[in-house]
Every structure is written in structure tokens, then in C-alpha cells.
């Protein structure tokens, strides 16, 4: 969409008509939208607030400054031209101005007499002149610098700066199509959110299921191995016989603490170490590791593991309640 851009154009009135129909066409031309207040009567304080609103409501400020320096507010003693050249600089309203040559000033004069020169303030003017120089700025000697000075500083501004400006209505997207097409989207999203909800509570459904079913076969491969312990293990006067599993349930707490071949131990960790351990080792529940900074080595538990014994737990308390 191509912005138009809104600039206000100020300066003195009577002695700059030429030169403000010239900067309004060239704004015209460059296609954005002039805006002058030539059917406002400078010297009005009430005015001045409307000129204000105006300057805010346009993207961009251009001022032409001639030879006169203007009528001056009572209170401020500042001319109003120059009042509305502050209030577009301290609102750092986008700006740029057109300065009369001293040579053409004369020019001018000569030709149309000494009215269009300051007699009443002229250093006041000099001050205003020298402060419009020291911001963005050139000098003109006719209309043509002046239309040539419009037509290269708007696209400058207009590049550099993020503008509110003008847009054709028929530039507009139907805004009625871009509200049902976001409500229809927004009931696709809803729509996807639920049906993701139910794919992601199946899949924890069916990862359980499968776990519960893992863990019952591996149950009850454990209860079908079966391992002789020998009287020196359990301080009993003959050899017993457990299953594998049941001898998990009995050694969780053993095995979870971790298993180790440590010289000098009890035999009933010797044979827990060397005959229960790599059993379950096949099966995944315990894995054996080098022990940092010692000779020996250990059993510990793995993450297969210690859900394995969750699930017996969490089943026992079930049973139980």
C-alpha cells in the first residue's frame, strides 16, 4: 500500500504566496497531501492550538522562511511562525526548510519594494534564521529551488522514518474477510488442540499398557529361573531355592545400594555379586561398573530397573488397599 504523506507547510503569509503555491504543488506532485493554513489569521494565541493539532496530525513539517520574521505572540515575544517551528522540532515531527539567499532576497526587493523585509525585528530574525540553518535545511533563490528541494527531501523522509500517512480506502484488505477467515482459523486450532489432547492421552494410554505388559513378562521370566543358594549365604544348615524374582523383592534395597566385589565382605554378598547380579544383568535391571579411584567393581541399579521395582511396589500397594 503507498502512503501518502500529510506535510504542513508554514511561513510568514503575504510576502511568501508564490513560494507556498510552489512548494504545494511540488508536494502534490510527489503525490502526498499539502496542508497550509492560509485561511487562519497569524497573531491569534486560539489559532496557534489549532495549527498545533495540525502539525501533530501531519507526518511531516516544511518551512519556507523569507525575509520577515512575522506577527509575535505578546506573551513570549516569539513570532508565531517560529512558535510553530519549535513546537514541530521539540515533537521531533520529521522537518525540513527552505532559507531565501541573502542575494535574492535583494533581488526580490527590487522588485517588489521593502515590504517583504523585517524592519520591526530583524535580529530576532537573524536568531531564528541562524537555528532554522543549523537543522536539516537549504537555501532557494526561486520557485524552482524550492520545488526541486521538495521533491528530493520527501522520499528521503519518508525512507528513513515510520510514518502513519494517508492509504486509498480502496488499498484496504477487507478487513470483514480477514476477521471470518482468523474466527475460522482460530475454530481449527481449538479444533487441533482437542484432537492433539486425545492423540497425547492414547499414546500415554498404550506406552502404559505396553509397560505394564514389559513388566509382567519380565515378572515372570524372573520367576521361572531358579537359583540354589548355598548355607555359607544364608547361615542356614541346608542349601535353599528362590526364584529369580523373589530374590529381587528380597535384595531391592541390597541392589539398589549397589553391589560390590569388595575384598573382605560377608559370602552372602560374594554370591549376590557373583551369582544373582549377572542374572539380572541379561535382563537389563542392574549393569556392572568400574568404581572411580578403586580395584573393585560394582552392581548398580538401572534405570529399567528401578522402574521395574516401582511398578511392583505401586502394584503391592494396590493389591493391598
Given at each position: ?181 482468523i474466527t475460522q482459523l482460530s475454530k481449527q486450532v481449538a479444533e487441533l488442540s482437542k484432537e492433539n489432547a486425545v492423540l497425547k492421552e492414547k499414546a500415554l494410554i498404550g506406552k502404559k499398557d505396553n509397560t505394564e505388559t514389559e ?23 541346608k542349601e535353599l531355592e528362590l526364584d529369580l524374582f523373589s530374590l529381587l523383592i528380597q535384595l531391592k534395597d541390597t541392589i539398589v545400594t549397589g553391589v560390590t566385589n569388595q575384598p573382605g565382605q560377608h559370602d552372602s554378598y560374594s ?51
Amino acid at each position: 500500500m503507498k502512503k501518502r504523506l500529510q506535510v504542513f507547510i508554514s511561513s510568514t503569509y503575504i510576502d511568501l504566496i508564490e513560494e507556498r503555491q510552489a512548494a504545494v504543488g511540488a508536494v502534490l506532485k510527489s503525490g502526498h497531501i499539502p496542508a497550509g493554513m492560509e485561511l487562519f489569521t497569524a497573531g491569534d494565541k486560539s489559532q496557534l492550538e489549532i495549527i498545533k493539532r495540525w502539525i501533530d496530525e501531519s507526518d511531516v513539517y516544511m518551512l519556507i522562511l523569507g525575509g520577515r520574521y512575522g506577527s509575535v505572540e505578546p506573551e513570549s515575544g516569539v513570532s508565531y511562525t517560529e512558535l510553530e517551528y519549535n513546537y514541530a522540532l521539540e515533537n521531533d515531527k520529521p522537518l525540513f526548510s527552505v532559507v531565501i539567499k541573502e542575494d535574492a532576497l535583494e533581488e526580490k526587493v527590487k522588485v517588489v519594494g521593502t515590504s517583504i523585509l523585517e524592519k520591526e525585528r530583524p535580529a530576532e530574525l537573524k536568531i531564528f534564521r541562524e537555528k532554522v540553518l543549523s537543522n536539516m535545511s537549504s537555501f532557494f533563490e526561486d520557485e524552482k529551488d524550492i520545488r526541486l528541494c521538495v521533491m528530493e527531501s520527501l522520499p528521503d523522509i519518508a525512507s528513513t522514518r515510520e510514518l502513519s500517512g494517508w492509504v486509498s480506502g480502496s488499498e484496504v484488505p477487507n478487513s470483514k474477510t480477514l476477521i471470518d477467515e482468523i474466527t475460522q482459523l482460530s475454530k481449527q486450532v481449538a479444533e487441533l488442540s482437542k484432537e492433539n489432547a486425545v492423540l497425547k492421552e492414547k499414546a500415554l494410554i498404550g506406552k502404559k499398557d505396553n509397560t505394564e505388559t514389559e513388566f509382567n513378562d519380565l515378572k515372570t521370566v524372573l520367576k521361572s529361573i531358579e537359583i540354589k543358594i548355598p548355607p555359607s549365604s544364608t547361615g542356614e544348615d541346608k542349601e535353599l531355592e528362590l526364584d529369580l524374582f523373589s530374590l529381587l523383592i528380597q535384595l531391592k534395597d541390597t541392589i539398589v545400594t549397589g553391589v560390590t566385589n569388595q575384598p573382605g565382605q560377608h559370602d552372602s554378598y560374594s554370591f549376590i555379586y557373583h551369582n544373582v547380579c549377572p542374572k539380572l544383568q541379561i535382563h537389563g535391571i542392574v549393569n556392572n561398573e568400574k568404581v572411580a579411584g578403586v580395584r573393585w567393581r560394582r552392581f548398580s541399579i538401572t534405570k529399567l530397573g528401578q522402574e521395574f521395582l516401582a511398578y511392583i511396589e505401586r502394584n503391592k500397594f494396590l493389591v493391598n488397599t
